[in-house]
Structure formats: C-alpha cells, structure tokens
C-alpha cells in the first residue's frame, strides 16, 4: 500500500481462519481486518497460506503453496479515505506434479482484486453474498 506521504509498506493482521474455496461461488467470506492510514492507496494484498489441502474421491492431500502466501494486485487502485473492503476473486487450480515416484499437488491460483469504498465492515468468518456491482468489478 502507498501512505499519504508516499511511503509503501504492507499493514499487517492478526487475524487467522480457514476458508473452504469451492464453498465461495457468488458468496465472500471475510479472512482479515486492518486499519488503513487515511489517504493511503491500497494496490496489494498480500496473505499467507500456512496449509492448504485437496480432496479427491473422498481422499484428502496436502497442496503445496508456493512461497507460503498469495500476492495479488488491486486492478482499481484507489485512496482510501473511510470504510472499505479489498475483494479478492480466487479461481483455484491445483496442478498435479509426478516426482520422485509420487504425486505432489501444487496451488497456482488466478487471483483479481478490487477495492470496495464504502462497504460495511463484517466479522471474520462472515459470509456475505456478492452484490451486482461488486460482481462487475471483478468482471464475473
């Protein structure tokens, strides 16, 4: 993120959870809360991933996620100045990798963002359904 005094540096939370992707079809999920300085540009989200698993005919394995964190870049950079909320589109692909005689599986995610002003601020965990324009942002 950009500060007001043309500094960047990340913000970090605290915040920690699960989130079940394919459960997330037209639907949110809250996975963190920061402060933003006010007049600070949001151009990044960073976050990490410290597990990540895949279930194949009711079989589950470990995902391997490159770097242990996801960065994904806003595509409507913007100030911030009150309330908002950064939507982060995640399409999932898990690529299947022969080595050393057995299968790794590995995430390599497509991930869009965009800056939401004005949005209400919900609990971690929360669930919220996305709205039409929100949905245009991402172009869905």
Not at 8 to 15: A, C, I, L, M
Request: proline share 4%.
């Amino acid at each position: 993120m950009l500060l007001a005094n043309g500094t960047s540096e990340w913000v970090s939370s605290s915040n920690t959870g699960s989130v079940n992707l394919l459960s997330l079809v037209n639907i949110s999920q809250v996975i963190g809360s920061v402060n933003i300085p006010k007049n600070s540009t949001v151009d990044m989200v960073k976050f990490n991933i410290t597990s990540a698993t895949i279930t194949i005919d009711n079989k589950t394995y470990n995902v391997t996620v490159p770097s242990q964190q996801i960065i994904v870049h806003v595509s409507n950079t913007q100030r911030v100045n009150g309330t908002a909320s950064a939507l982060i589109d995640i399409t999932p692909v898990v690529a299947s990798i022969y080595t050393n005689n057995s299968v790794i599986f590995v995430l390599v995610p497509s991930l869009r963002a965009v800056v939401v002003p004005g949005s209400a601020s919900a609990t971690v965990g929360a669930k919220v359904a996305i709205n039409e324009t929100e949905s245009m942002s991402l172009n869905l």
